[in-house]
Nanobody, 127 residues
Framework: QLQVVESGGGLVKPGGSLRLSCAAS????????IGWFRQAPGKEREGVSCIGSRVDITYYADSVKDRFTISRDNAKNTVYLQMNSVKPEDTGVYYCSADYDVTSVRTMCHPAYFGSWGRGTQVTVSS
């Protein structure tokens, strides 16, 4: 059974760093597009960063470019989101999702294209 589990969220001060993990089970993360999405209170879920299947093509939302880095550890079957220089507007529940049919993360890093979701991890940026 395909499953992803997020971890690593918490409370962090503005300007600080946090690393989120997305552990995959029941499938090889290497063969799937993996995405990080977030949802702030009262807002729709949005794509933050995605990494393509079998290649390290990545996508970043403009709001996180040059601050966040997505990476994949095939040996651990885990995808990470390194969050640096965080801002209060980065606050939200962060979800990991995987999909086999996403062919271009640069145009399809959107919740509508991803089908297998974790339960999320809360990230709060506050002083």
């Amino acid at each position: 059974q395909l499953q992803v589990v997020e971890s690593g969220g918490g409370l962090v001060k503005p300007g600080g760093s946090l690393r989120l993990s997305c552990a995959a089970s029941g499938f090889s993360a290497y063969d799937y597009a993996i995405g990080w999405f977030r949802q702030a209170p009262g807002k729709e879920r949005e794509g933050v960063s995605c990494i393509g299947s079998r290649v390290d093509i990545t996508y970043y939302a403009d709001s996180v470019k040059d601050r966040f880095t997505i990476s994949r550890d095939n040996a651990k079957n885990t995808v990470y989101l390194q969050m640096n220089s965080v801002k209060p507007e980065d606050t939200g529940v962060y979800y990991c999702s995987a999909d086999y049919d996403v062919t271009s993360v640069r145009t399809m890093c959107h919740p509508a294209y991803f089908g297998s979701w974790g339960r999320g991890t809360q990230v709060t940026v506050s002083s």
